[in-house]
């Protein structure tokens, strides 16, 4: 190495520019240039800012993808060193959670909504207890059973205010249709909250209509048609003694 080479090193690497700048001139070198620490921290900031070296960066989704897999991995590694058995205690855990809430949703099926019951029988057009059972006897024939029991118990309730056995009325349920033709068709009173239930499951509940719902619905309508309805004078008036004072009025 010359003698002026080892001088510009120590003027560069000194820890006293003034004493290195002296240096270099003793020896006929020229002064080093000397830019202050902030200065050229400065000028390599907006160096690098400039787009040709941006160019490859990656998106603004792919940035927070990354942020979002480092965050998932910093949680997986907080939860794997507090969980005994470190990762794969872990994953034991989440692997029996995950059996137990497929076993639930085996066990109970999907949720459902609570049954509305008290939403309305009837739509706004009025329809004969034909006209529904013609219905419902189509919608059996297709397979919808969803279908083909809501209109037999339509059926079945309209055939009983056609019999003025049950007054007609706007937004009657089939639970009141049910509570209501009870009292003067007693012998069928739990065939028809039966009825009433199944067209509430169906049709608010969420269950799926069967050919065996539909079958109990048609038995039922047509017993209904062949049974002799209890005729009582007032509220309160014992059936039998109603009968009987009929039957001596008449003889």
């Known amino acids: 190495m ?21 240096l270099a001139l003793s020896h006929g070198g020229t002064p080093p240039v000397t830019t202050p620490r902030e200065a050229a921290r400065e000028a390599a900031r907006r160096e690098l800012s400039k787009r040709m070296y941006h160019e490859n960066d990656p ?24 969980t005994p058995g470190g990762t794969l205690g872990l994953v034991v855990v989440v692997l029996a959670v995950v059996a137990v809430l497929a076993a639930l949703w085996w066990r109970l099926g999907t ?16 329809r004969s207890a034909a006209e529904h059972r013609a219905a419902a006897e189509a919608h059996a024939a297709q397979g919808h059973w969803n279908q083909a029991v809501q209109e037999r118990m ?29 009292r003067s ?6 065939r028809l909250r039966a009825a009433a239930r199944d067209f509430d499951d169906i049709t608010y509940g969420g269950r799926s209509g069967d050919p065996r ?14 049974t002799r309805p209890v005729l009582t004078d007032a509220p309160g008036t014992n059936p039998s003694t109603a009968r009987g004072g009929r039957q001596g009025a008449s003889s």
């Open 185 to 190: 068709l007693p012998s069928h009173t739990d």
């Open 213 to 226: 719902a539909y079958q109990r619905l048609t038995e039922l309508d047509r017993d209904l048609e062949r």
């Open 154 to 182: 339509r059926a079945v309730v309209r055939s009983l205010e056609e019999r003025a056995l049950l007054d007609p009325r706007p937004g009657r349920t089939a639970d009141e249709a049910a509570a209501e033709a009870g």
């Open 59 to 82: 998106g603004l989704v792919q940035r927070a993808l990354n942020a979002f897999w480092d965050w998932v991995g910093r949680l997986f590694g907080a939860a794997s060193s507090a």
């Open 111 to 126: 949720p459902h909504r609570t049954p509305a019951s008290s939403a309305a029988l009837f739509d706004d057009r009025p």
């Open 2 to 22: 010359n003698g002026a080479g080892g001088v510009l090193t120590a003027a560069l690497t000194g820890p006293h520019t003034g004493t290195a700048t002296a």
